[in-house]
């Protein structure tokens, strides 16, 4: 008998010094994985949004989580969670041994792992460090770590990483995210029903998925709210009144993209300052304004539909072979003048069709609506707009890889005025009379100031009269701010603020250059408006505020442009083929222009507040040329002949 006891004691002894063994071995093995939950820095999802502050994108990697401190987490809802998963929470340390002996009972009843017993910490641990798995080595675990986080981490701070990690179906991680995406509601404005869907998802995302599973979600919700009547954690007439509610579910899309084409150019300009901005849980606060953006995606579309339009009638018409339009496309940039902010960019008609952002990456040539530089240059250098240019027909002889060759430029018209003023040269769009004013300036003298505006690429040969190289609508926006913005050139920004999740904010703003006084950018802008009103640009015409502007049709009429602007803001419009095969006769008055005219018409609905009439700056001179109204400055003189002087005030009233 003795034996049998000292066997029994050895045994015993035996038994708890291995139980202390595997403790120390597994504690040991694990001890750095706590530090996961410890120091918990999840990966969390970007949300960029409008200037108004309306939501434009969720970016994100593989896991779709917006982060919610604790103090954020209504009591009501942590009372569902504790009251459908871990009743005695607040009580144990970690690990619930009534409940592991319950489960072992049940579990070597069915000969098999059937009951866990895990608690809320033991969850999260599971979760997040370990895997489902169902062994003893992955329980000692489990409840090891648990031990350990109990000790390092308070049960508030455990619940926060719980609900901040645990998936909720949908590819929602964390709980407001599946409060924002089921219902389209913040934690706080959740009602019962609500919370309870919520924290019955985890036990079976895919099964309890309201979005396509919604009486099996609503019945583990009642299940949930039943749980808290009977701990008396809720009235019987709460739980009668949340029973037999039904929410409304949205299935919305995990990013909610609304300009995929900006949040693209977003992702570019901040991926070398912020490498993780995908993951990072940043807050970007852009210049984009959506009603604008939907506005100009629209008008660019009513003009693209009306090329394919024309296009279809010129095929009855003339009997032609079909008008080849699979490659057409275009884009539209919309900038507030004074700050360069980016109000809207549309880089294509359809982004389904073509990710590829013509408002950004695509280089084409500007043709006439480069125009206006050549001039602003002449007027700088002393040219008035009633300077006189000649149009005529000229040959030009060059040699090209050691061949003689001659290049005969010709106005769009295929006419000549003969002698006519800068203004008009400049409202008809002469080529002739354009090629005439670089000889006079001097190609060497013209190709530099060009290039002080910062101008890249530019032929330093008379084709340069004509914008013969690529450029982006969006750089090309920034270089027409020097007429919109009174002189003062502005780079565009699309991003205002970035906040990190830590609640840092960094600010952006535009750079500006002076490039000419707000005098002389005016005279170019009197000019640019008479090409709205009687010249190339006539359909960009719209009644009741005043717009300038200028075409652009490249040879061949592979692009067509119209870049103009209104006192406040400015609209660059381009079309053309991907594949830069000529259009049908399209020209930048006739496919862009009603374009603009379009997004003014429907601006005025939008913002009736808006400048309607341009600033005349103080150096500005306001005089009578031959009973029409022209303009001057101390560097830009009048002529001899002219005749009476006006004020300001008195050009107002001829509009």
Known sequence: MKLLFKTLLVLFFLGIISAVGAFFYFSNEVKLDADKLINYNPDTTTRIYDRNGELIANLFEDKHRLYVPFKEIPPRLIEALVAIEDTTFFEHNGVNYEAIFRAAIKDVKAMKFKEGASTLTQQLIKNTILTNEKKIRRKINEAILALK???????????????????????????????????????????????????????????????????????????????????????????????????????????????????????????????????????????????????????????????????????????????????????????????????????????????????????????????????????????????????????????????????????????????????????????????????????????????????????????????????????FSSFYTIFSNHGTKVDPILVKSVITKEGDEKHYSARHEEVTSPAQAYLTTSILRDVVRKGTGRKAFVEGIELAGKTGTTNDYKDAWFCGFSPEIQSVIWFGKDNNKPMYHETGGGAAGPV???????????????????????????????????????????????LETTTNSEEKLLF
């Open 149 to 475: 986080l109990e000790r390092k981490l308070s049960k508030e701070e455990i619940l926060e990483r719980y609900l901040n990690e645990i998936y909720f179906g949908h590819r929602y991680y964390g709980i407001r995210t599946a409060a924002l995406g089921y219902f389209r509601k913040e934690l706080k404005e959740l009602n019962l029903k609500e919370m309870a869907m919520l924290v019955g998802l985890p036990k079976a995302p895919s099964t309890y998925d309201p979005t396509r599973h919604l009486d099996l979600s609503l019945s583990r919700a009642n299940t949930v709210l039943y749980r808290m009547n009977t701990l008396g954690w809720i009235t019987d007439e709460e739980y009668q009144k949340y029973e037999q509610y039904r929410p409304q579910i949205f299935d919305d899309s995990l990013t909610k993209n609304k300009t995929p084409y900006i949040v693209d150019q977003i992702l570019r300009v901040l991926k070398a300052e912020y490498p993780d901005i995908k993951i990072g849980g940043y807050t970007v606060h852009t210049t984009v304004d959506l009603e604008l953006q939907e506005l100009s995606k629209k008008s660019l579309l009513h003009g693209y539909e009306a090329i394919l339009k024309r296009g279809e009638t010129q095929k009855i018409k003339e009997g032609e072979e079909a008008v080849d339009y699979s490659d057409l496309n275009g884009a539209m940039v919309v900038l507030e003048s004074k700050s360069g902010e980016v109000l809207a960019l549309v880089g294509g008609v359809d982004y389904k069709k073509s990710a590829y952002n013509r408002a950004v990456q695509s280089l084409r040539q500007p043709g006439s609506s480069f125009k206006p530089f050549i001039y602003q240059v002449a007027l700088d250098s002393g040219y008035s707009t009633q300077s006189k240019l000649t149009d005529i027909s000229r040959t030009y002889k060059y040699q090209d890889t050691a061949e003689d060759k001659s290049w005969k430029p010709k106005n769009y018209s295929k006419n000549f005025a003969g002698m006519l003023t800068l203004r008009d040269a400049l409202v008809h769009s002469r080529n002739l009379a354009t090629i005439t004013l670089v000889n006079e300036l001097g190609l060497s003298v013209l190709h530099r100031e060009i290039k002080k505006m910062a101008f890249e690429k530019v032929p330093a040969d008379l084709s340069i009269a004509l914008g013969t190289f690529g450029i982006s609508p969006l750089k």
């Open 596 to 642: 603009f005219a379009h997004f003014y018409k429907e601006y005025l609905k939008i913002h009736p507040e808006t400048k309607r009439v341009f600033d005349i700056p103080e150096e500005v001179r306001v005089m009578k040329v031959k009973n029409r109204t022209e303009y001057f400055t101390p560097i830009s003189k009048p002529p001899k002949n002219s």
